[in-house]
Nanobody, 128 residues
């Protein structure tokens, strides 16, 4: 049984930082492209950042470049998203996804079709 679980969301003030974590079981983490996505109320789910298995190829959405950093630790089967300079528009449910079904950038830009396994999400709320 595959389990994808996100941790680390919370309520912060603008300019603050958070680190989201995602643990995976039931899939071979070391060979899985992984991704972070977010969905704000009334909006489509969007790809925030995705990383291929070795960590050598990374995609970031333009809206988060320079503020978000994705990383992975295969020894811990854990994916991270370090978020700095939070803005109110970053408020959303953040989801972790495992096992891409298409190349990295395509998967990150097409969340529903691009990844096979999803977590339940962790809420990030940024106040101004």
């Amino acid at each position: 049984q595959v389990q994808v679980m996100e941790y680390g969301g919370g309520s912060v003030q603008a300019g603050g930082s958070l680190r989201l974590s995602c643990t995976v079981s039931g899939v071979t983490f070391a060979t899985s492209t992984m991704g972070w996505f977010r969905q704000a109320p009334g909006k489509e789910r969007e790809g925030v950042s995705c990383v291929e298995p070795t960590g050598g190829d990374i995609y970031y959405a333009d809206s988060v470049k320079g503020r978000f950093t994705i990383s992975r630790d295969s020894a811990k089967n854990t994916l991270y998203l370090q978020i700095t300079g939070l803005k109110p528009e970053d408020t959303a449910m953040y989801y972790c996804a495992a096992r891409s079904l298409m190349p990295l950038t395509d998967a990150c830009r097409n969340p529903r079709a691009g990844f096979r396994f999803w977590g339940q999400g962790t809420q990030v709320t940024v106040s101004s």
